[in-house]
């Protein structure tokens, strides 16, 4: 029995090891991570927020103390500037200040944004990369970074800017990206964050950050009616509109939860307050050319300076505009020494703009197409960017939404980066967060292509081109989808491309760019046959991602065989109790109900209608995969083929949208398994099955032909990781230079100015003073001269010269200031310890709680310091103020130290010692009450009831014998027989007790 009931005890044993390895892994993974930030990387600014115990949801402050920093970057030679300190350099140095390079992401030489980054930015010289096709921004023949690098150094000093705040290290963080970038700016993305050493743990759409942090702040808002809200975002460089539904839904883990679901998205890639700026300053430049007309001078274009002088007035101007009717714009020194000053009124600037506020409906009409709903359906529309504050787009906006009014109860510049920190914090395993359920939308459809040979009649052969939607267009996103290849037997090869794309105009499909993602080769299908000659072939199938991020990857490609074998229960009774039990404490397991939960086994269900009574299983299995084909299939489903042929003509498409699922639950098995559960079985075919389903997966080789843009090999992201951190590391090196140099510089003159003050002039010789200055003006001379040339070794070793040089000045100053503070709490120690070895030693010995060597050691201590100190002081009288002094203050400290500790001891001992117990009196009863019990505690006395002895009193003090409880509540009754003899009896008590003290 015993041996029985540990067999069953094992698996739960198993299963415990297994939770607790687990949860020491999650306790591992805290201890590296504590902290998450969030960076809403915008065109022309950036907002970092971080999360940390005790910090929630915070905007971290630059080092000027701001909210948002400039993403721009300056690269020279010896130096990188970030932020506002580089937005600066943009009018001193404008060729090697960097702004809006994001929009070159992800993007060949031939795009047309890059023609239109050179028009914008003419100063930037930008060259091509021979192997990507790519452009990288050319500073110098030594200096040359692509977007991806720039993008990277501005990341890893956001990253330090959180870092400072938080006050610990961060690699976790969640970006947003603009909800329009394809697959290509994407990957940019995820290397430039990769160069900066950072973690991504989700790209995240800044329109779904600012939904989501809309929903967070406004949850007890949300309930079962579905409440759609649409989202108008104009920045700098873009326009996104944004159809968003709020509802509670019920979730597995959690129940009722709100949800934000993204119905449509439409957007301007190029409608922005930048495009708007770039009027102002195209209207300025004419209007200073005209001021200057006759003087034979140069256009205020040609001069990159200028230019930067007048686009950072123009941000100005606009914002100003949208508050004031008319504006006075004036820049001293534009050009040529010659000051600049004009009036801008509010109508000039809108007729400069009239055709881009044209564009602002655009993206309302875009995302209702794409969602499929009205304005009707409409709830409400909130404004988001900072270009929507222009009077004249909200004006256009609300006319062409047909709203009273426009909603501007959101931050309009920090929501995305509230909402991505929120997410961060969900995804971080350091923090735990109200649950708030988000399904993103994909808005560019892919698909796949492959193309095989058919035999429409004997001996005729065609090809036939196929296209499977893998993704369809605002599908909800992280999903996972199997295809499956079901006519291949040897090496073949597929494509991935996106869909269709013609909800974009011709501009945007040329700034998209290729429409080709991916040519997937199979290597190893042949192989895999002829290994399982026995075996029945359930296809190829080809498993694809498209995780949180927006970034689609395919996992794996297997081919899948099946046979039947002959059951053996013995053999699977153990393992499937020992994997049941595993997978229950787990919360996992294959249950019929979490079957009926799945994607697939929905899709089976909407092929029910099908002809299920059919012999031909080679038919059913057409069938399926015909109703399983996406409704977008561009080729029409082929007729039903003769029963004779068992081979099914067309691939499926699946789609796994719960990620948790084990990878043992493969839609091929629930595929097979899904028709035989549906029909009843009968009690005969019950009885007779002795042969079992057994699956075999053979993986297959993949190589990918990345058609878009290639990523970065493996070497030259090396490389430019390893770039970066040099030139942090120098950044750092000249940091601790300039330090060194301020830290001189400040000595020198601190020290200079001390060399006249009293308490300096008394400690010191007018010869030594005259040494240290002039040691200290031959120091400050050599670092106006040659301190530009000096090394941060250098530096550090003449500061420490110097203070060695005034070391002994600096301590005499010290020891002085020191010696009132310490010598008064010296004597208070002293005059304390001597009063509490008196009162030890008043103790009456029977209550005496120290020994006698104790309060000798405490009287040799208490004497020893008082000897010392007079001695001390007396030898430093007779010493003058130019010498070391022999009293010093840690000597002191050292004294207090000692005496302190003895006292201590001391009082520890008094603290727990316990009474001693009392001699008892003649009868028995009764012992003497202390010396130091008051008057009050003598007279109070516990009176016994009537006919209770005297001597059978019970007595308070411990030790002594005790009678029954005393009844301390019972009150006197006056007049009551015994009362009396009772009171005198009390008396003659009270009398013995006080003739007993008096002894």
């Given amino acids: 029995m015993m041996t029985a009931a540990l067999r069953r005890q094992r698996p739960r044993r198993l299963a415990c090891w297994a939770l607790m390895t687990v949860l020491l892994a999650d306790l591992l993974a805290l201890s590296d991570t504590l902290a998450v930030m969030s960076v809403d990387l915008g065109s022309e600014s950036m907002k970092v927020a971080i999360v940390k115990p005790g910090v929630p949801m915070e905007i971290v402050l630059n080092k000027e103390s701001r909210r948002k920093t400039p993403v721009t970057v300056t690269l020279k030679e010896n130096e990188r500037l970030f932020g506002d300190s580089a937005a600066s350099m943009a009018i001193k140095n404008p060729k090697a200040t960097l702004r809006y390079f994001q929009h070159l992401l992800g993007k060949k030489a031939d795009n047309p944004h890059v023609a239109l980054h050179r028009t914008r930015f003419p100063e930037h010289e930008l060259g091509v990369d021979p192997q990507r096709q790519t452009v990288h921004f050319q500073i110098s023949p030594q200096l040359q970074f692509s977007p991806e690098e720039v993008l990277g150094m501005l990341l890893n000093y956001s990253r330090s800017l959180a870092e400072d705040f938080a006050e610990q290290p961060i690699k976790d963080a969640v970006i947003t990206v603009p909800a329009f970038f394809n697959q290509a700016e994407r990957r940019a993305v995820l290397q430039a964050a990769r160069m900066a050493g950072l973690k991504v743990l989700q790209l995240i759409n800044d329109n779904t950050a600012t939904a989501l942090s809309y929903g967070v702040f406004r949850r007890k808002d949300i309930n079962t009616t579905a409440q759609n809200v649409m989202f108008y975002d104009m920045g700098s460089g873009s326009t996104v509109c944004t159809i968003v539904t709020y509802q509670t839904v019920k979730t597995k883990e959690a129940g009722m939860q709100p949800q934000l679901q993204i119905r449509g998205v439409g957007f301007d890639r190029t409608l922005g307050g930048l495009e708007m700026e770039l009027r102002l300053r195209e209207h300025l430049a004419g209007l200073f050319n005209e001021q200057r007309k006759g003087q034979k001078s140069k256009d205020v274009r040609e001069n990159p300076r200028a230019m930067a002088k007048l686009l950072r007035e123009a941000n100005r101007l606009k914002t100003v505009l949208s508050a004031n009717a008319d504006h006075m714009a004036q820049i001293e020194g534009l050009m040529d020494d010659v000051d600049f000053k004009a009036k801008v009124t509010r109508a000039e600037f809108e007729e400069l703009c009239t055709d881009l506020f044209e564009r602002v409906p655009g993206p309302v009409q875009h995302a209702l197409q794409s969602a499929e709903m009205s304005l009707d359906e409409i709830e409400q529309v909130i404004l988001v960017g900072g270009a929507t504050r222009v009077p004249k787009v909200q004006e256009v906006l609300l006319k ?69 939607v893998l993704f369809s267009r605002m599908g909800p996103y992280p999903q996972r989808k199997v295809i499956t290849f079901n006519r291949y037997s040897n090496d073949f090869h597929f494509h991935i491309n996106y869909g269709d794309l013609g909800f974009l105009g011709p501009q945007d499909l040329r700034v998209f760019g290729s429409q080709n993602l991916t040519t997937v080769k199979l290597k190893g299908v042949g192989e895999s046959f002829k290994k399982y000659p026995d075996y029945e072939s359930k296809g190829i199938k080809a498993h694809f991602n498209l995780d949180e991020s927006g970034v689609l990857s395919l996992d794996r490609v297997e081919s899948v065989f099946e046979t039947l074998v002959e059951d053996s229960p013995e053999e699977e009774s153990t393992l499937t109790k020992l994997g049941n039990t595993i997978s229950s404490l787990f919360g996992g397991g294959s249950t019929p109900d979490a079957k009926e939960n799945g994607t697939d086994i929905v899709q089976e269900e909407e092929e029910a209608p099908a002809e299920r009574n059919k012999d031909d299983a080679g038919e059913q299995a057409e069938l399926k995969e015909e109703a399983e084909a996406p409704s977008g299939d561009t080729s029409q489903p082929p007729p039903p083929e003769p029963k004779g042929d068992t081979a099914p003509d067309g691939e499926k498409a699946t789609g796994k949208e719960n990620e948790e699922k084990p990878e043992t639950q493969k839609p091929s098995e629930k595929e097979e398994a899904g028709p035989e559960r549906v029909p009843p079985v009968p009690e005969e075919e019950k009885k007779q099955k002795p042969a079992r389903k057994q699956k075999t997966v053979e993986e297959i080789g993949v190589e990918l032909v990345v058609l878009d843009l290639p990523d970065l090999p493996e070497d030259e992201l090396v490389r430019s990781v390893q770039k970066l951190q040099d030139l942090t590391l120098r950044d750092l090196e000249k940091q601790e230079r300039e330090k060194a140099a301020n830290s001189l510089e400040a000595f020198i003159f601190e020290t200079q100015d001390k060399l006249y003050q009293p308490e300096y002039q008394e400690v010191s010789t007018e010869e030594h003073r005259e040494e240290i200055s002039g040691k200290l003006s031959a120091a400050s001379t050599w670092l106006e001269d040659e301190g530009f040339g000096a090394t941060t070794v250098m530096l550090k070793e003449k500061l420490t010269e110097l203070k060695k040089l005034c070391q002994g000045l600096f301590f005499r100053v010290e020891e002085r200031r020191k010696w009132p503070e310490r010598l008064s709490a010296l004597d208070n120690l002293l005059n304390h310890s001597s009063m509490f070895l008196k009162g030890a030693r008043l103790i009456p010995e029977m209550d005496q709680i120290f020994t006698e060597v104790e309060m000798t050691t405490l009287e040799k201590v208490i004497n020893e310091t008082w000897v010392w100190k007079n001695t001390t002081m007396a030898e430093q009288a007779k010493l003058p103020a130019t010498e070391k002094p022999v009293l010093l203050s840690k000597d002191i400290e050292s004294k207090m130290m000692a005496l302190d500790r003895e006292v201590q001891y001391l009082l520890n001992k008094a603290k727990f010692a316990k009474p001693r117990p009392r001699p008892k009196d003649k009868n028995g009863t009764r012992v003497e009450p202390p010396l130091n019990a008051s008057a009050g505690d003598q007279g109070e006395k516990v009176i016994p009831p009537p006919g209770q002895a005297e001597d059978a009193k019970p007595v308070a003090e411990p030790g002594t014998e005790t009678g029954p409880e005393p009844i301390e509540d019972e009150p006197l009754e006056l007049g009551r027989p015994g009362a009396e003899s009772e009171q005198k009896e009390q008396s003659a008590e009270q009398k013995r007790t006080l003739k007993n003290d008096e002894l």
């Fill in 400 to 468: 062409a939404v047909g709203k009273e009014e426009l909603g501007k109860n959101i931050n309009a510049d920090e929501a995305a980066a509230m909402g991505a920190v929120y997410q961060a914090a969900a995804l971080s395993k350091a923090f735990k967060v109200k649950p708030f359920v988000v399904r993103d939308a994909v808005v560019y459809p892919i698909l796949v292509e492959f193309t095989r040979e058919m035999e429409e009649e004997p001996g005729v052969r065609s090809l036939k081109h196929n296209k499977r």
